[in-house]
C-alpha cells in the first residue's frame, strides 16, 4: 500500500499514468479512504451485498413465491439457508429480492433528499435576508410536522392514482420515494446553510469575487465543493434513513403491496411469528442493520478522504 | 487622463452603534505604469479604499455615500454587477493579504489559475493549463509543470503569494492592486515577493497600488506615496520628497518609528511610536481626527478639518500648520 510521504503519492498519481490532475484528487483520495479501517472494510461488505442483492437471485434460483406447505416456518437448513416463511416460502430468495427494492428505495430517496436539501440550503446560505428566512421557515415546518402520519396520509391518498398512472410497482415505488425524500432533506439544508454561511466569508470566496466570479460560480465552484463533507455524511445518514423509514412504511402495511417482499415487509410479516420462528425476522432484520451500519462507515470515511487538506 | 481617479469616495458602514466611517472623502490618483504606495496603521481605510474600487465591500452593511471610482474616465460606482465582473482581474486585479486563505483548498493551483482565464479570455481548458504552467513559470516556481497540479496545502506560504500574483497577472490587467501582499511573509521572503512584483511590473507595465503599513516597503517600490490616517489621506508626495520632508505630522510619526540599523552606537537614540491608536470612526466629530495623538495639536485644529494644500508640485498636505 502507498505510504503516508507526499512523494509516494505522487509516484503514484503517475503509475496511474493520468496527467489530468482530477486523478490525484482520486488517487489520493482512495489512499486516504485506505486508511480509515472501519470504512474499508465496510465498504467492502456493502459491495458484496449489492452484489448478492444483484446476482442472488440469477444464481439462487429459487422462486420468491414457490409455496411448499410441507416445510411451513423450516428452521434454517442446507435446502432452505435462512429458512422459510408461514407458507413455506424460501427467505433466502425473498431476502435477495427484497434487498434490490430497499436498497433502490434507499439510493433514490437520499438522492432526492440531498438534491433539495442542497438546492435549499445554499440558495438560503446564500441570499440570506428575507429569502433565507422563508426558506428555513419551510425547513421547520417540515422539522416541526409530525412525519409517520403526514407519510400515512399522503401515501393513502395518493398510492392509487400513481398506481394507475405508472403501473402499481413503478407508482408504489415513486410514491415512496419521494414522499421519504420530500421528509428527509430538512438535515442537508440546514447542514449546507451552516456551511455557506461560514465559507462565504472566507478570503478565497473573495478572491473568486475579485476575479469576476458572479455569485452562481462562487456558490457551485467555490463555496459547494468545500461543504460536500458533512454533506457526503447526511447523505449516508438519509440512505440508512429511508431504508429504515421504508421498513416502517412495509410494516405498517402502507408500504409495497405484499406480493413484493421488501426487508421492512418481510420484518412485518414476521412480527407475529417471533416466538416460533424467529429466524423469519433474524435475517431481514440482520440484512437492514449490517446495510445501514456499513453505509454510516462508509460516509465517515468518505468525509475524510475527500478532504484535500487533510494530510494522512 | 489617469488611469484610476478616485474622487472625494466615502465609504461607510452600518453597524449597532451608528455609521462607520472607514473612508471618508479620499482622492487618489494612478498614472499608467505607476507605482503608488498607500500607507496608514490598520484600520485607517486603506483595504476599504481598495475594496471599493473593486466593488468587494458588502452591502449592505457597506454603503459607498459619495464620491467617483473613475477607471479610465467611467465611473465604476454606479456600475451593475455583471459589467464589474468583466473588470475585475482583465482590468483591476488584487492580490490579497492572506496568502494561506486565499486560495481554494479543492482545486490545484493550476485549475485557479486557468480559472479567470477561462472566465474572462475564453480559453479552453487544455490552453488556460498552459498559460497557468507559463505564469507560474513567470511567478519563478521551480518545475512549473508538476506544480500546476499540486494543491494549495502542498505550497509553503511565500509559493502561494507567488500564486497569487500569477492569478492576479493571468489576464494582465493594467492595475493591481495589492493589499499588504507581504505582510503574512517572513522578512526575506518579503524581499523576494517585493523584488518579483517590481519586476513583473516593468515587465508587464501595469500599474500598482500598493497598500502597505511598511514605510520601507513603500521607500523601496513606490514613485508617490498616499498617507491615509482615519480614512482621509493626510499626505501626499513623490516618494523622495515624503522621506526628505515629510509635512504632516503622522507622515513624521511614522518615519521616525522605522527601525534604524544606520546609526552607530553613539547616537543610538529610543526607537520613537506615536502615541495612542486610530480614533473609532462612527460617526467622528469635525477637526483633524490625528489632533488627539499629535503634540503639534492647537485649537483651531479641532474646530475644522484641515482641506489637502499643495506645499510643493505634487506635494499635498492637510494640515494647517507649516511643519
Known amino acids: 500500500m502507498a505510504g503516508s510521504t507526499p512523494a509516494s503519492a505522487t509516484a503514484e498519481t503517475q503509475a496511474l499514468g493520468r496527467p489530468a490532475a482530477p486523478a490525484s484528487l482520486w488517487a489520493d483520495a482512495w489512499r486516504r479512504f485506505k486508511h480509515h479501517r472501519l470504512a474499508y472494510w465496510s465498504l467492502w461488505a456493502l459491495g458484496l451485498l449489492v452484489l448478492a442483492v444483484l446476482l442472488g437471485p440469477l444464481v439462487y434460483k429459487v422462486g420468491i413465491n414457490d409455496v411448499d406447505f410441507k416445510a411451513r416456518l423450516a428452521p434454517p437448513s442446507w435446502q432452505h439457508p435462512m429458512g422459510t416463511d408461514d407458507l413455506g416460502r424460501d427467505l433466502l430468495a425473498r431476502v435477495l429480492y427484497g434487498g434490490r427494492i430497499s436498497l433502490a428505495v434507499g439510493m433514490a430517496s437520499m438522492v432526492v433528499a440531498i438534491a433539495v436539501g442542497v438546492t435549499i440550503g445554499a440558495i438560503a446560505g446564500m441570499s440570506r435576508g428575507w429569502v433565507d428566512a422563508f426558506l428555513m421557515w419551510i425547513t421547520d415546518l417540515f422539522l416541526s410536522m409530525p412525519q409517520l402520519p403526514m407519510l400515512l396520509v399522503l401515501i393513502f391518498f395518493f398510492r392509487d392514482g400513481l398506481k394507475s398512472l405508472v403501473g402499481p410497482e413503478v407508482g408504489i415505488f415513486v410514491l415512496i420515494v419521494l414522499v421519504i425524500g420530500g421528509f428527509r432533506w430538512m438535515p442537508a439544508a440546514r447542514v449546507v446553510r451552516a456551511q455557506f454561511f461560514s465559507l462565504r466569508e472566507k478570503e478565497f470566496v473573495e478572491a473568486a469575487r475579485a476575479l469576476g466570479a458572479s455569485t452562481q460560480r462562487q456558490m457551485v465552484r467555490h463555496i459547494l465543493p468545500n461543504s460536500l463533507g458533512p454533506v457526503i455524511v447526511a447523505a449516508t445518514i438519509d440512505v440508512a434513513a429511508a431504508i429504515i423509514l421504508e421498513s416502517t412504511l412495509s410494516f405498517l402495511g402502507l408500504g409495497f403491496p405484499p406480493d413484493i417482499p421488501t426487508w421492512g415487509r418481510l420484518l412485518f410479516d414476521a412480527k407475529d411469528y417471533l416466538d416460533i420462528a424467529m429466524h423469519w425476522s433474524l435475517f431481514p432484520g440482520l440484512a437492514i442493520f449490517i446495510t445501514v451500519l456499513s453505509i454510516s462507515f462508509v460516509g465517515d470515511g468518505l468525509r475524510d478522504a475527500l478532504d484535500p487538506r487533510r494530510v494522512l | ?323
Open chain 2, 1 to 323: 487622463m489617469a488611469l484610476l481617479e478616485i474622487k472625494g469616495l466615502k465609504t461607510h458602514f452600518k453597524t449597532d452603534d451608528g455609521w462607520l466611517h472607514a473612508v471618508d472623502g479620499v482622492d487618489i490618483s494612478i498614472d499608467r505604469g505607476e507605482t503608488v504606495g498607500v500607507v496608514g496603521e490598520s484600520g485607517c481605510g486603506k483595504s476599504v479604499t481598495a475594496k471599493t474600487v473593486m466593488k468587494l465591500i458588502d452591502m449592505p452593511p457597506g454603503k459607498i455615500v459619495a464620491g467617483q471610482v473613475l477607471w479610465k474616465g467611467r465611473d465604476l460606482v454606479p456600475l451593475p454587477p455583471e459589467a464589474m465582473q468583466k473588470i475585475r482581474a482583465k482590468e483591476i486585479s488584487i492580490i490579497f493579504q492572506e496568502p494561506m486563505t486565499s486560495l481554494n483548498p479543492v482545486y490545484t493551483v493550476g485549475e485557479q489559475i486557468a480559472e479567470s482565464l477561462r472566465l474572462h479570455e475564453g480559453l479552453s481548458r487544455r490552453e488556460a493549463m498552459d498559460r497557468a504552467v507559463e505564469m507560474l513559470k513567470l511567478v519563478r516556481i521551480p518545475t512549473p509543470e508538476r506544480r500546476v497540479r499540486d494543491y494549495p496545502h502542498q505550497f509553503s506560504g511565500g509559493m502561494r503569494q507567488r500564486v497569487m500574483i500569477a492569478i492576479a497577472l493571468a489576464c494582465k490587467p493594467q492595475l493591481v492592486i495589492a493589499d499588504e501582499p507581504t505582510t503574512a511573509l517572513d522578512v526575506t521572503i518579503q524581499a523576494q515577493i517585493l523584488d518579483l512584483l517590481q519586476r513583473l511590473k516593468d515587465e508587464m507595465g501595469m500599474a500598482v497600488m500598493l497598500i502597505t503599513h511598511a514605510m520601507g516597503v513603500v521607500a523601496e517600490v513606490a514613485q508617490r506615496v498616499v498617507v491615509m490616517y482615519a480614512g482621509k489621506v493626510v499626505e501626499e508626495a513623490p516618494v523622495k520628497a515624503l522621506f526628505a520632508h515629510p509635512r504632516h505630522p503622522y507622515t513624521q510619526g511614522l518615519i521616525r518609528s522605522i527601525p534604524r540599523i544606520d546609526l552607530d552606537a553613539q547616537h543610538k537614540v529610543r526607537l520613537e511610536a506615536i502615541p495612542g491608536t486610530v480614533p473609532k470612526l462612527i460617526e467622528p466629530a469635525e477637526g483633524c481626527r490625528f489632533a488627539a495623538r499629535c503634540k503639534h495639536a492647537r485649537a483651531e485644529c479641532r474646530q475644522a478639518t484641515p482641506p489637502l494644500r499643495e506645499v510643493a508640485p505634487g506635494h499635498r498636505v492637510a494640515c494647517i500648520l507649516d511643519l
